[in-house]
C-alpha cells in the first residue's frame, strides 16, 4: 500500500487532519480527523510509502506495538479499521 501523494498531517488544537494539498484533492465536503494513534500510523504509512514496496497492514502493526502498550491482536484489529477507513476515504492506495 502506499498513501496517495498530496495529503498532509496537519495538528490542529489536540486534533490531527489530513489535508489535500492540490486543488483535485480537495474536497470541503469531507474532512479526515485523527487522533493521536492513528496520525502515528498515517506518519508510519507515509514513511513506508517512500520505500520501493510501500507498506502493510504488518507494518503498521508492529509500529504500533513498538510504540504503544498494546497487544498485537489489539494492534491488527486497530490497524485494519484505520486502513479501511483510509481506503474508503481515498487517501491510500492498495498495491
Known sequence: MTTVPGFRLR?????YILVG???ELINFNKMITLNETAAFLWE??????????????SDLCKALCAE???????AMTD???????????????LS
Not at 495538528?11 to 486534533?15: D, T, W
Not at 490497524?79 to 492506495?93: D, F, H, M, Q, Y
Open 79 to 93: 490497524v485494519i479499521n484505520t486502513v479501511s477507513s483510509w481506503t474508503e476515504a481515498g487517501v491510500i492506495k
Open 68 to 74: 504503544y502498550d498494546v497487544s498485537p491482536e489489539q
Open 21 to 23: 494539498e492540490s486543488m
Open 44 to 57: 508510519q504509512a507515509e514513511e513506508g510509502s517512500a520505500k520501493p514496496e510501500g507498506f502493510s497492514v
Open 11 to 15: 495538528k490542529l488544537g489536540n486534533e
